[in-house]
Each structure stands twice: as structure tokens, then as C-alpha cells.
């Protein structure tokens, strides 16, 4: 167990938002949530990458309570996270972006006295990812500029080039074109080999296709934890989720 | 084509991208900048002498300020007090080396004022970048009247309202006796600390400013704790400010409370805002420029201020990446030869401009002539060596009359050419970056 949350509690002043919430995630899976707008997905990342503590309840990062700790000792344990709304540093270039990225993992915490050009193996990384992310025609582009696309694509890229072992993907194909998600569902699938997945989806065919193991949130707590085979078939799910999309 | 990343700019240089021939051409201009700076003592001026010094000592003060306006994005009202630091420090210590209590070489006497600066940026530090924004703002504004006012209190370690002076000792063959030679020592700590914050900026952690100041939140998702990325900046930030106050007080002789005043905190906005704090070189434009005009102007007018205020409001609505911005703006211009597009309508501007400015001076003078009490009773007043009698009406209609049209034309036919030369300029330049 890589990821394990008990018994989690959090509230916005009288708005229960997350209610006695369980989820084991295996190391190594690609663990699909999903659920109803208002579910608290979003306030589910929020609390395990560090955003907000839970009102009660533990986080077991390999087995080590998280909860609470802020979002940069996260971090450096080896989780990393992208966010709904695209949260990038749009003063900077595309290729700046992914090197800051990189500079913690990379061991360039407060380098005062060395010059960024010269540490080739940090550039050589950022130009790697950046070829993966299709994004290196636009390396020298401020970010804020770049197309919606290419903003979620770098939201992605800034996530994963951290190496991290655990990955939290907050709804990453959002907005896209049918072709635009599919890259993206390629990239997510070659960058998460051999680590853990978490990713929180509306697009079905996106969680059936990638996901070992989807949750359904509904509610504030985790109703159910099955293979996508059974989870479609699961009549409770089909009742809360499911069902409403096949209706709309 | 290559493109070329702006110098000094930090929308983050490349290695290997810039044209040799440009990175050739600017060696050239600093290694000439350095030998016109290296001679100028030689002429024996002595106002250019002290005039470059003060620039110097702004300069230093300026970048390390715009370490934090520009490069975190954290604007600061009470920055003198570093520098005020360093200045008392420094003049504390050339006290007891003249006793004879201990032994300091000159030239390193900066050093002390860093140290200070650096000391009580970290003290006060951990109180003032707890937060960023408006809430900073007002904390360092705090900071800076709670520091001033004990200065002035704690008589017996700033000299109360007088201040504290000292001699400066010579060193070596030195004797520091002359204004030329502490031009040399002032010249040789504004190349060094320069070359330094120049050089920071290129550095991961500089990146890490630029990160942080963007986008915050995203920098502690990525590793990083970013209260202690603020803070770092603000103690590198109020070393150099105190180095730049320490030599003030090597340079002056003399310190009172008034260098950590709110004033000498406005005055370094100032010059980096007016300067453009988006650029590295932008905080020494602003220095050099507002310091000569403050130190010249003021023997012709006392309403200096109110020019000072106009030029930074004139900058903060439309050119808010300052003189520095103005400039880089026209480097691609000018090398891929479009300022032809622009002379056009450039001369046109300069009608109202030159109207405005000739009219708008006149205006302030005058006011500022018949408001003061000398001209109370009606007296004539001397300006631009006419005497205009402010009962009459012409002198009023003259100047409304001229701002009325300089305002109609740059309305009507100033702002519509430039806009329009621009947007050609910039149709072309986007041209030829995509084939």
C-alpha cells in the first residue's frame, strides 16, 4: 500500500465535504476517481498533496501520516500533483517552467553560486521532457502564452518531470479535443510506467481505458473500489454516477 | 534565424542562443563605459565627481531593491531601513577606528554595512515576508516608521536628530582625502556588487524568484518552502542595501536618522519603478537618471518634486516597464532597420509633447511662484526671463490655451500615428519570426 487515507473528515465551515473518506491505492496502479460534480475529488487532492489538513483522519504515505504537512515536505516524499485549473508560471518560458520543476528533485535547492545554464544535466533533463510533452518548438514561448492545450499539456509536464513515485492528475484531458486527449492519455500512460496513478477523470473512455482500479466518490465518501469491468457493472455505482450520465 | 532573448531582461537567456555579434558589441560598449567611468576623475570636476558618487551608492541600493520589486514581486515601503543600517554600522565603526579601538581597512568598510544590513534583514525579515502582497507592503511600511522613529530615540547609538560623523582613515597609499578617490572605491563596489546580482539572477535560485513571484502556490507544490525563498531574498536584498549604506557613510562622512526614512524608502522605489524593474538594467537607468536630475534640478526649482511625481505617475500608467522598457522595446526595431515606420509619427508626437512639457513647466512654475510667500502680495514673477504679472490674464492664457491644444493634438493625431506605426512594427517583426 502506497497511499492509504482513513477515516477522513473535512468540512468548510458547516458544508461536510468529506465524510469518513477510505482509499487504499496500490504502488503501482493507475487508480482512477471518479464521481458526481460536488463529490469533493478536488478537495480529496487538495488534502493529500497538502493544499488544506483534514479535519481528522490519516494519510499514510508508505505507511507515513502526510496530513497536514505542507505541500513542499509532500513534495519531497515523492508526491506530485497537476491542478484543474492550470496553475503554471506564465512569466516564465515553457522551458523555464519545467526546469523549476526539476531544480528540487534535482537537488538544486538554494543554489546561490552556481549558473543554471551551465548545469547541463538539469537543461539536458527539461529538453527530454519537454520532446515528450511535443512542447520543444516552444521552449523559448512564455507559458502564459501558449494555447489551452499546451498550457494543460505543461500542467501535466510540471507534475510528472518531477519523477516522483506517486502521481495525483486532476482532470488533465479537461477541454481537450477528442486527438488532444488521446496525446495526452499516451503521455500520461508512458510517464506514469512503473509508478502510481492517481487521476481523477469525467471522461469515461479516458478512466476505462488507462485505469487498474477506479473509486466512485459520491458524496464525500469513497462508495465503492473495483476493476472497471465490475465498477460498470457494480448497481450502486450505476444508480449514483453512471446512471445520471447515461441520462444526460 | 536565431531569436535573441533580450539582455539583462528575465525572461531567462539561454547559453549558446544570442548572436556573437551582439554579445561582441556589448563587451565593446562596457569596456568603453569602463574606461570613460576609470577617466572621469582625471577631468577634475568636482559636482561630477560627487554627482557620480551618489549615483553609485543609488545604484547599489536600486538593484538590491529590485531584487525584491522586480525579481519576487514583493514591493516594499521601508527598504531604507537596511540601507540606514548598513550607514550607521559603517559610520559606528570609522568612530572607533579613528579612537583607535580597533582597525578596519577603508575600502573594506562596506563590508560592515552589508553585514548589518544583512542582520537585521533576517530580524525583521521573519516578521515582514510572513506574507506577500498588500499585507507585506504594509508590515515593511511599519517596520520602517517603528525603525526610524527608535533611531531617532536611541540617542546614544545614532546621535539623535544631529546624527553620528567620522573620519575616513586612509589606506595603503590612499588617503581617501579626496572625492576622487572614494569615486574609485564607490566604482569599485557598484562593478562588484553588480557583477553579483547580475549574477544571481543566473543562478537556480534566481530562476527560483522569478518562480516564486509568478506563481507561488505552484512553487510549494514543486518542493519548495517558499516563506525561506522570501526570506533569503530579503536578506541578500538588505545585505546589498547595506553595503550601498555603508558606503554612504564612508562617502558622507556623516549619517543621521533620515537615511532609513520613508523618504530614502520612496526615493529607491522611485528609481527602480521609473527605472523598470522588469529589467536588470532598469533600477541603474533610474538611479543615474533621478539622481542627477534631483541633485541638478533642484538649483533651478524648488517644485522638483512635483516633477519627480508627474514622471512616475507618467510611468506608471503608460509605460509601466519603465525607461529600461522603453528602450528594449526599440532594440528589435532598430536593428532590423523598421524605424523608419516610427520617425513618422514620432515627430508628430513630439508637437504635443514638446507643447505640453513647454506649457506644463511654465504652469507648475507659476503656481508654484505665486503660491509661495514672497509673490503673496501680488508681485511680479521672474520666469524664462520675462516678468509676468500674475493679476494679469495673458500669462494664464497662454498656458491653458497651450495645454488645451498640446492635449487636443495629442489626442487627435499623437496617440491614433504611434498606434498605428506599432501595430505595423509589430506585424512586420511577428512577420519574420514565423518562416
Given at each position: 500500500?502506497?497511499?492509504?487515507?482513513?477515516?477522513?473528515?473535512?468540512?468548510?465551515?458547516?458544508?461536510?465535504?468529506?465524510?469518513?473518506?477510505?482509499?487504499?491505492?496500490?504502488?503501482?496502479?493507475?487508480?482512477?476517481?471518479?464521481?458526481?460534480?460536488?463529490?469533493?475529488?478536488?478537495?480529496?487532492?487538495?488534502?493529500?498533496?497538502?493544499?488544506?489538513?483534514?479535519?481528522?483522519?490519516?494519510?499514510?504515505?508508505?505507511?507515513?501520516?502526510?496530513?497536514?504537512?505542507?505541500?513542499?515536505?509532500?513534495?519531497?516524499?515523492?508526491?506530485?500533483?497537476?491542478?484543474?485549473?492550470?496553475?503554471?508560471?506564465?512569466?516564465?518560458?515553457?522551458?523555464?517552467?519545467?526546469?523549476?520543476?526539476?531544480?528540487?528533485?534535482?537537488?538544486?535547492?538554494?543554489?546561490?553560486?552556481?549558473?543554471?545554464?551551465?548545469?547541463?544535466?538539469?537543461?539536458?533533463?527539461?529538453?527530454?521532457?519537454?520532446?515528450?510533452?511535443?512542447?520543444?518548438?516552444?521552449?523559448?514561448?512564455?507559458?502564459?502564452?501558449?494555447?489551452?492545450a499546451e498550457q494543460r499539456a505543461l500542467e501535466v509536464g510540471m507534475t510528472i518531470a518531477s519523477g516522483a513515485q506517486v502521481i495525483l492528475l486532476d482532470e488533465p484531458t479537461a477541454g481537450m479535443s477528442r486527438s488532444e486527449t488521446d496525446d495526452t492519455v499516451?503521455?500520461?500512460?508512458?510517464?506514469?510506467?512503473?509508478?502510481?496513478?492517481?487521476?481523477?477523470?469525467?471522461?469515461?473512455?479516458?478512466?476505462?481505458?488507462?485505469?487498474?482500479?477506479?473509486?466512485?466518490?459520491?458524496?464525500?465518501?469513497?462508495?465503492?473500489?473495483?476493476?472497471?469491468?465490475?465498477?460498470?457493472?457494480?448497481?450502486?455505482?450505476?444508480?449514483?454516477?453512471?446512471?445520471?450520465?447515461?441520462?444526460? | 534565424?536565431?531569436?535573441?532573448?533580450?539582455?539583462?531582461?528575465d525572461t531567462g537567456a539561454l547559453a549558446g542562443k544570442t548572436i556573437s555579434r551582439m554579445t561582441y558589441a556589448k563587451l565593446g560598449l562596457s569596456a568603453a563605459t569602463l574606461i570613460v567611468l576609470l577617466l572621469v576623475p582625471l577631468l577634475g570636476d568636482l559636482?561630477?565627481?560627487?554627482?557620480?558618487?551618489?549615483?553609485?551608492?543609488?545604484?547599489?541600493?536600486?538593484?538590491?531593491?529590485?531584487?525584491?520589486?522586480?525579481?519576487?514581486?514583493?514591493?516594499?515601503?521601508?527598504?531604507?531601513?537596511?540601507?540606514?543600517?548598513?550607514?550607521?554600522?559603517?559610520?559606528?565603526?570609522?568612530?572607533?577606528?579613528?579612537?583607535?579601538?580597533?582597525?578596519?581597512?577603508?575600502?573594506?568598510?562596506?563590508?560592515?554595512?552589508?553585514?548589518?544590513?544583512?542582520?537585521?534583514?533576517?530580524?525583521?525579515?521573519?516578521?515582514?515576508?510572513?506574507?506577500?502582497?498588500?499585507?507585506?507592503?504594509?508590515?515593511?511600511?511599519?517596520?520602517?516608521?517603528?525603525?526610524?522613529?527608535?533611531?531617532?530615540?536611541?540617542?546614544?547609538?545614532?546621535?539623535?536628530?544631529?546624527?553620528?560623523?567620522?573620519?575616513?582613515?586612509?589606506?595603503?597609499?590612499?588617503?581617501?582625502?579626496?572625492?576622487?578617490?572614494?569615486?574609485?572605491?564607490?566604482?569599485?563596489?557598484?562593478?562588484?556588487?553588480?557583477?553579483?546580482?547580475?549574477?544571481?539572477?543566473?543562478?537556480?535560485?534566481?530562476?527560483?524568484?522569478?518562480?516564486?513571484?509568478?506563481?507561488?502556490?505552484?512553487?510549494?507544490?514543486?518542493?519548495?518552502?517558499?516563506?525561506?525563498?522570501?526570506?533569503?531574498?530579503?536578506?541578500?536584498?538588505?545585505?546589498?542595501?547595506?553595503?550601498?549604506?555603508?558606503?554612504?557613510?564612508?562617502?558622507?562622512?556623516?549619517?543621521?536618522?533620515?537615511?532609513?526614512?520613508?523618504?530614502?524608502?520612496?526615493?529607491?522605489?522611485?528609481?527602480?519603478?521609473?527605472?523598470?524593474?522588469?529589467?536588470?538594467?532598469?533600477?541603474?537607468?533610474?538611479?543615474?537618471?533621478?539622481?542627477?536630475?534631483?541633485?541638478?534640478?533642484?538649483?533651478?526649482?524648488?517644485?522638483?518634486?512635483?516633477?519627480?511625481?508627474?514622471?512616475?505617475?507618467?510611468?506608471?500608467?503608460?509605460?509601466?516597464?519603465?525607461?529600461?522598457?522603453?528602450?528594449?522595446?526599440?532594440?528589435?526595431?532598430?536593428?532590423?532597420?523598421?524605424?523608419?515606420?516610427?520617425?513618422?509619427?514620432?515627430?508628430?508626437?513630439?508637437?504635443?509633447?514638446?507643447?505640453?512639457?513647454?506649457?506644463?513647466?511654465?504652469?507648475?512654475?507659476?503656481?508654484?511662484?505665486?503660491?509661495?510667500?514672497?509673490?503673496?502680495?501680488?508681485?511680479?514673477?521672474?520666469?524664462?526671463?520675462?516678468?509676468?504679472?500674475?493679476?494679469?490674464?495673458?500669462?494664464?492664457?497662454?498656458?491653458?490655451?497651450?495645454?488645451?491644444?498640446?492635449?487636443?493634438?495629442?489626442?487627435?493625431?499623437?496617440?491614433?500615428?504611434?498606434?498605428?506605426?506599432?501595430?505595423?512594427?509589430?506585424?512586420?517583426?511577428?512577420?519574420?519570426?514565423?518562416?
Amino acid at each position: 500500500m502506497i497511499l492509504e487515507l482513513k477515516d477522513i473528515c473535512k468540512s468548510y465551515g458547516r458544508t461536510e465535504v468529506i465524510r469518513n473518506l477510505h482509499l487504499q491505492v496500490e504502488e503501482g496502479e493507475r487508480h482512477a476517481v471518479i464521481g458526481p460534480n460536488g463529490a469533493g475529488k478536488s478537495t480529496m487532492y487538495n488534502l493529500i498533496s497538502g493544499r488544506h489538513a483534514p479535519d481528522s483522519g490519516e494519510i499514510l504515505l508508505r505507511g507515513e501520516n502526510i496530513a497536514g504537512q505542507p505541500p513542499y515536505e509532500i513534495a519531497r516524499q515523492g508526491l506530485s500533483r497537476s491542478f484543474q485549473i492550470t496553475n503554471i508560471f506564465h512569466r516564465l518560458s515553457v522551458f523555464e517552467n519545467i526546469r523549476c520543476a526539476l531544480m528540487w528533485p534535482m537537488g538544486y535547492h538554494f543554489s546561490l553560486f552556481k549558473r543554471v545554464s551551465r548545469l547541463r544535466d538539469l537543461n539536458e533533463r527539461a529538453t527530454q521532457i519537454l520532446g515528450q510533452l511535443h512542447l520543444d518548438s516552444r521552449s523559448e514561448v512564455l507559458a502564459g502564452t501558449l494555447t489551452y492545450a499546451e498550457q494543460r499539456a505543461l500542467e501535466v509536464g510540471m507534475t510528472i518531470a518531477s519523477g516522483a513515485q506517486v502521481i495525483l492528475l486532476d482532470e488533465p484531458t479537461a477541454g481537450m479535443s477528442r486527438s488532444e486527449t488521446d496525446d495526452t492519455v499516451g503521455l500520461i500512460r508512458m510517464a506514469t510506467e512503473g509508478k502510481t496513478l492517481l487521476i481523477v477523470e469525467h471522461d469515461m473512455d479516458v478512466v476505462f481505458n488507462l485505469a487498474d482500479r477506479i473509486s466512485v466518490l459520491v458524496y464525500g465518501s469513497i462508495i465503492a473500489t473495483d476493476t472497471p469491468e465490475r465498477i460498470r457493472a457494480n448497481a450502486q455505482v450505476q444508480e449514483a454516477y453512471l446512471g445520471k450520465e447515461g441520462a444526460a | 534565424m536565431k531569436t535573441v532573448i533580450e539582455s539583462g531582461g528575465d525572461t531567462g537567456a539561454l547559453a549558446g542562443k544570442t548572436i556573437s555579434r551582439m554579445t561582441y558589441a556589448k563587451l565593446g560598449l562596457s569596456a568603453a563605459t569602463l574606461i570613460v567611468l576609470l577617466l572621469v576623475p582625471l577631468l577634475g570636476d568636482l559636482a561630477v565627481i560627487s554627482l557620480l558618487n551618489q549615483i553609485g551608492i543609488a545604484i547599489i541600493f536600486a538593484l538590491a531593491y529590485n531584487l525584491l520589486l522586480g525579481q519576487s514581486g514583493l514591493l516594499s515601503f521601508g527598504h531604507a531601513v537596511y540601507y540606514g543600517v548598513g550607514a550607521f554600522w559603517t559610520i559606528q565603526l570609522m568612530a572607533w577606528i579613528s579612537n583607535g579601538a580597533f582597525y578596519v581597512p577603508t575600502p573594506l568598510l562596506p563590508l560592515a554595512g552589508g553585514l548589518g544590513g544583512l542582520v537585521f534583514g533576517f530580524l525583521l525579515g521573519m516578521f515582514c515576508v510572513r506574507r506577500h502582497g498588500t499585507i507585506f507592503a504594509l508590515i515593511t511600511l511599519a517596520v520602517g516608521e517603528l525603525m526610524t522613529a527608535l533611531t531617532i530615540m536611541l540617542n546614544n547609538l545614532s546621535g539623535g536628530e544631529e546624527g553620528i560623523s567620522a573620519w575616513r582613515q586612509g589606506w595603503l597609499g590612499f588617503t581617501f582625502g579626496s572625492a576622487s578617490q572614494v569615486y574609485y572605491l564607490i566604482l569599485f563596489w557598484v562593478l562588484l556588487c553588480g557583477a553579483l546580482l547580475y549574477g544571481l539572477t543566473r543562478t537556480p535560485f534566481g530562476r527560483l524568484m522569478l518562480a516564486v513571484r509568478d506563481n507561488e502556490e505552484r512553487a510549494r507544490f514543486i518542493g519548495f518552502n517558499t516563506y525561506r525563498v522570501r526570506l533569503t531574498v530579503f536578506c541578500i536584498s538588505g545585505l546589498f542595501a547595506g553595503v550601498a549604506g555603508g558606503l554612504l557613510a564612508v562617502s558622507n562622512e556623516l549619517i543621521n536618522y533620515e537615511v532609513m526614512s520613508i523618504t530614502e524608502s520612496g526615493n529607491v522605489l522611485f528609481n527602480t519603478f521609473i527605472g523598470g524593474m522588469t529589467y536588470f538594467s532598469g533600477p541603474i537607468i533610474g538611479a543615474a537618471l533621478i539622481t542627477t536630475l534631483q541633485l541638478n534640478l533642484s538649483n533651478y526649482t524648488d517644485a522638483w518634486l512635483v516633477y519627480e511625481g508627474i514622471l512616475f505617475v507618467l510611468i506608471v500608467m503608460f509605460a509601466p516597464g519603465g525607461i529600461a522598457g522603453i528602450i528594449y522595446v526599440h532594440g528589435p526595431v532598430l536593428r532590423d532597420g523598421l524605424w523608419r515606420l516610427l520617425v513618422r509619427s514620432y515627430g508628430i508626437a513630439a508637437v504635443p509633447a514638446v507643447l505640453l512639457v513647454a506649457t506644463g513647466i511654465f504652469l507648475i512654475e507659476f503656481i508654484y511662484h505665486w503660491s509661495s510667500a514672497l509673490y503673496a502680495a501680488g508681485a511680479e514673477i521672474p520666469l524664462f526671463g520675462i516678468t509676468w504679472s500674475p493679476a494679469s490674464v495673458w500669462p494664464w492664457l497662454v498656458m491653458l490655451v497651450g495645454q488645451g491644444v498640446g492635449f487636443y493634438l495629442l489626442l487627435r493625431y499623437a496617440i491614433p500615428s504611434v498606434t498605428a506605426a506599432w501595430q505595423a512594427v509589430n506585424e512586420r517583426l511577428n512577420g519574420n519570426e514565423e518562416p
